[in-house]
């Protein structure tokens, strides 16, 4: 699940769960195309995987200070968040897992919860998670408080970080080698 290439490149599977309606899909977008597109549905390419499960499945490399690049292959579920019997087909050889809730959704925090522990239990030995409060711009509507998820994430040794999509708020630093997820999954 962590492949080097030619010494210099780095290749780490990547997968993003979470409810539906999180933004999982907006976060991708706005990591690699700097775009948010509320109104586009499927706005990833069709996964190699395969029309029956329907995955999406984009890439995108990042510079380390010397001179590695490590290649992210991002897994975005296309809306099946609901099918969980299909969940271990994107996480399956994952070396992270970005585990994304809705800052406004208590629902979606629990449900984040159960994605650690089922990640715990059957995800890839070693994997590195990261929790992910999305729709920081909505403070005025939040339900979870940010001191919730600095403590699940801190019980459970993952990276945490609130995250805009709208706004691109945290987008890079949560996989900048030198606070994000990157750093933690080449080590
Ligand atoms: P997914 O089902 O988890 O992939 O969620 P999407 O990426 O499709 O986003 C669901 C909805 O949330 C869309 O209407 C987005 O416009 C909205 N959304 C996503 N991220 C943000 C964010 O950071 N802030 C706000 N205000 N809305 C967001
Ligand atoms: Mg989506």
Redesign the pocket.
């Given at each position: 699940y962590l492949t080097f290439l030619m010494n210099k490149e780095a290749c780490v599977k990547l997968v993003l769960l979470?409810d539906?309606?999180?933004?999982?899909?907006?976060i991708v977008l706005r990591f690699v195309r700097g775009q948010f597109d509320?109104t586009s549905k499927f706005m990833l390419c069709t996964s190699a995987l395969g029309v029956t499960v329907g995955a999406s499945f984009l890439s995108q490399t990042i510079a380390l200070q010397d001179s590695t690049t490590v290649k992210f292959e991002i897994w975005d579920t296309a809306?099946q968040e609901r099918y969980a019997a299909l969940a271990p087909l994107y996480y399956r050889g994952a070396a992270v897992a970005v585990i994304?809730y809705d800052i406004t959704s208590p629902d979606s925090f629990n449900k984040a919860q159960y994605w650690v522990k089922e990640l715990q239990k059957h995800g890839t030995p070693d994997i590195v998670m990261a929790l992910v409060g999305?729709?920081a711009?909505?403070q005025e509507n939040r339900e979870v408080s940010a001191q919730d998820g600095i403590d699940y994430a801190e019980k459970n040794g993952m990276f945490f970080i609130e995250?805009?999509?709208?706004t691109a708020d945290n987008i890079n630093q949560l996989f900048e080698p030198e606070a994000g997820i990157c750093n933690r999954a080449i080590v």
């Open positions: 979470g539906s309606g999180v933004g999982k899909s907006c509320p809306g994304v999305n729709k711009d909505l995250t805009s999509a709208k």
